[in-house]
T-cell receptor, first 112, second 115 residues
Framework: DAKTTQPPSMDCAEGRAANLPCNHSTISGNEYVYWYRQIHSQGPQYIIHGLKNNETNEMASLIITEDRKSSTLILPHATLRDTAVYYCIVRVLMEYGNKLVFGAGTILRVKS | DAGVTQSPTHLIKTRGQQVTLRCSPKSGHDTVSWYQQALGQGPQFIFQYYEEEERQRGNFPDRFSGHQFPNYSSELNVNALLLGDSALYLC??????????????FGPGTRLTVL
């Protein structure tokens, strides 16, 4: 079962920041939060991940609350090409590796 | 640097048949995971291969099996196909390890339709 909950859909104006929330209240101390996005049934694309500190890369920023029960993905200047399904994922550690447990994701629609 | 590749891109089978899907991992990666994505849902973990052995398995029946070759490429086999097996099958590769930076890179997927 997914360990994250996200709103089913969000709209954002082109050029504005898109803020996508995620709740993961049952996350364990050594489990990472990952964000992927999927455009029109292509393979999911990695965006960013973090454990407890805020992270930033060329695509996005990830803000994780101090209690780690929720996080927000920020796309600073959304474009039409950012329209996609965004998945907030808890990476579950297993004996010999790890697996990504996907939820239903958030459909982000960027509008001009 | 080639990313994850999968073949075929599309496949149509009938109920009861068997199918084999193939995956080549990203260069330098040694671990392959398979996911099933039904229409309108997020991907679901099937299993993960490392060192040519199945290391972890999701909640999928034994009809789903796999293999990993010495060059790290992998196959997913599904026997006795059911209509409900129609889905996008995704392969993801990564470097083994529990460290924080071993993100999984996904291939474009194989769209399987069972009639």
């Amino acid at each position: 079962d997914a360990k994250t909950t996200q709103p089913p859909s969000m709209d954002c104006a082109e050029g504005r920041a898109a803020n996508l929330p995620c709740n993961h209240s049952t996350i364990s101390g050594n489990e990472y939060v990952y964000w992927y996005r999927q455009i029109h049934s292509q393979g999911p694309q990695y965006i960013i991940h973090g454990l407890k500190n805020n992270e930033t890369n060329e695509m996005a920023s990830l803000i994780i609350t101090e209690d780690r029960k929720s996080s927000t993905l920020i796309l600073p200047h959304a474009t039409l090409r950012d329209t996609a399904v965004y998945y907030c994922i808890v990476r579950v550690l297993m004996e010999y590796g790890n697996k990504l447990v996907f939820g239903a994701g958030t459909i982000l629609r960027v509008k001009s | 640097d080639a990313g994850v590749t999968q073949s075929p891109t599309h496949l149509i089978k009938t109920r009861g048949q068997q199918v084999t899907l193939r995956c080549s991992p990203k260069s330098g990666h040694d671990t392959v995971s398979w996911y099933q994505q039904a229409l309108g849902q997020g991907p679901q973990f099937i299993f993960q291969y490392y060192e040519e052995e199945e290391r972890q398995r999701g909640n999928f029946p034994d009809r789903f099996s796999g293999h990993q070759f010495p060059n790290y490429s992998s196959e997913l086999n599904v026997n006795a196909l059911l209509l409900g097996d129609s889905a996008l099958y995704l392969c993801a590769s990564s470097l083994r390890g529990l460290a924080g930076n071993n993100e999984q890179f996904f291939g474009p997927g194989t769209r399987l339709t069972v009639l």
